[in-house]
């Protein structure tokens, strides 16, 4: 994807202003997509296809692509929208073949021309189709450029996406001598950053992961063929079994053959721990651990580090249910639906003043005032971002009757930028960054959001609780945009890159 930020004079933003809003006028983190991939002669495999992008919308809500290969030719179809939008019964049956991949995505700023909408497609100088969808972000976009640019395959798309770099490059690199795979395992050691690709060249299946694993990319069986997907949730609504991950460095070919496997790269393990707290949906596993037990774990944990004097622990629907179960079972207060969420609202609207801005809220979230009327709250969340949604939030509660109202977030404050993948906003609009001037103590950080945000009380799991809770080992992981330790490295030509660098060198903080 493309740099994901979109206010380079970010430390001059204050909390919340209009400024601060994005043309997405969201209030929370976006992952930057989801990758599906199918082989299976004999079956519908648009439709397989179309189910799996179906069950990782969560991971991109602004533009789908199928792309169906016959053995020979590719077809792509993609478009801007939600999947169900832009895929209907006679497009998905004009889509034959025997192999597809998939791409679900949000764009980024300057990113969202249709031409940047995956799969990406080229044909190699042997006239060999090469599709390919990319979930992740690069750090050496610039090298890559250059390189494309050297062997005269850039062109103007090229420089807003680095997906499509990766896809000139790769599909230049075909020729009668060299297959596909043999281009593949040659270009990926060159590329550096966060990514998860499924791609082919309209006869075989091919996948590939960094290797440090930043996100999740799975394998699984069908009865007649074999799946790819970010996340295992898409695996079970194909009905594909499990079969394994795919490893941090590995790139695989999967055809009437079989499945291929090299390495391409030594892994060193930095899964994101973000996918576990907020990204992935609860029902899918990561490197052996369920993220919805992680969450009412992480929960759990929350409840001892920040107990609170409440008659009701009450979820922010649907992503801080699992925490508020775990909190609920810890610390013994009653657990409640206190909120309801309109299903149908995915994103809060774009609105350019205050009050509208309320408004988007309300659209998402009403409360049962039976429920909260007269009762000290506990309300628990996943991830406080911008603060405005947990704003707002809170004094709907408190006009629907709440005695008082704790908040309890299952994740660190969130105050460095990711550069591996998820669109945080820009860092002077984090909320952690906003409300304090640098080298303030933790405490006077999170009192200054409590007060931003108007809580009666507030507390963040900690990122030591937050990592046991995925029960993985604490340095195969990423937690960045909470420590601002970068595994990966900083990337490329990129203006906040530079300033984490810097703060960095002085051993300071935002
Ligand atoms: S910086 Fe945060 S969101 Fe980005 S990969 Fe690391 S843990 Fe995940």
Redesign the pocket.
């Known amino acids: 994807m493309a740099v994901a930020f979109k206010d380079p004079s970010w430390t001059d933003s204050a909390l919340a202003p209009s400024s601060a809003f994005d043309d997405h006028g969201e209030t929370e ?1 976006r992952e930057e997509c989801g990758v599906f991939g199918v082989w299976a002669p004999g079956e519908e495999v648009a439709k397989l296809t179309y189910f799996g992008l179906f069950a990782l919308q969560h991971r991109g809500q602004e533009a789908a692509g199928i792309a169906v290969g016959d053995g020979d030719r590719i077809v792509v179809f993609k478009d801007t929208g939600l999947v169900s939008q832009i895929f209907d019964e006679s497009s998905l049956d004009a889509l034959q073949g025997n192999v597809a991949i998939g791409h679900t995505r949000y764009s980024t700023a300057g990113g969202k021309k249709w031409e940047n909408v995956q799969p990406m497609f080229r044909t190699s100088p042997d006239g060999t189709d090469v599709a390919l969808g990319h979930n992740g972000n690069l750090i050496n976009l610039l090298d890559l450029e250059k390189e494309a640019r050297d062997q005269g395959v850039a062109d103007k798309s090229t420089t807003t996406s680095d997906t499509s770099v990766i896809t000139a490059l790769l599909a230049s690199a075909v020729s009668d001598g060299t297959t596909v795979f043999q281009a593949a395992s040659q270009l990926l050691p060159k590329v550096k950053g ?1 990514f998860c690709l499924t791609f082919t060249d309209g006869h075989t299946l091919y996948a590939a992961r960094d290797p440090h694993g ?1 996100r999740p990319l799975v394998l699984g069986r069908l009865d007649r063929g074999w799946v790819i997907a970010s996340e295992t949730c898409a695996l079970d609504i194909v009905g594909a079994t499990f079969v394994r991950e795919i490893e941090p460095g590995e790139l695989v070919a999967i055809d009437e053959s079989g499945v291929r496997t090299e390495r391409f790269a030594e892994t060193t393990h ?1 899964g ?4 576990y707290v907020y ?1 992935a949906r609860p029902d899918s596993v990561i490197r052996a651990r369920s993220v919805n037990q992680t969450r009412i774990d992480i929960g759990r944990r929350l409840a001892r580090e920040f107990p609170a004097d409440g008659d009701l622990v009450i979820p922010v629907p649907e992503s801080g249910n699992p925490a508020a179960v775990g909190y609920a079972r810890e610390s013994g207060i009653p657990f409640g639906q206190g909120l309801v969420k309109n299903a149908y609202v995915g994103r809060t609207f774009i609105q350019p003043s205050q009050t509208l801005r309320e408004l988007g809220i309300r659209l998402k979230l009403n409360p049962l005032r039976e429920v909260i009327a007269g009762k000290k709250l506990v309300v628990v969340d996943d991830s406080i971002v911008r603060g405005n949604t947990q704003r707002a939030l809170i004094r709907m509660l408190r006009e629907a009757g709440a005695a008082a109202v704790h908040v309890r977030i299952a994740s660190p404050p ?1 105050k ?7 669109d ?1 906003a820009s860092p002077g609009e984090l909320i952690a960054n906003a409300v304090t001037g640098e080298m303030e103590s933790p405490d006077s950080v999170i009192e200054s959001i409590r007060s931003a945000i108007g809580a009666d009380s507030l507390g963040f799991v900690s990122i030591e609780q937050m990592v046991e809770s995925t029960e993985q080992v604490a340095d195969q ?6 420590d601002g330790k ?2 990966l490295g900083l990337p490329q030509g990129n203006p906040n890159a530079d300033l984490v660098a810097k703060l960095q060198n002085d051993d300071r903080s935002f």
Do not use: M
């Open positions: 983190p966060a930043v930095k994101c721990v973000f996918e990204l969130v460095w930028p990711c550069f591996y993948g998820i945080f992981l990423c937690t960045a945009c909470f970068y595994p």
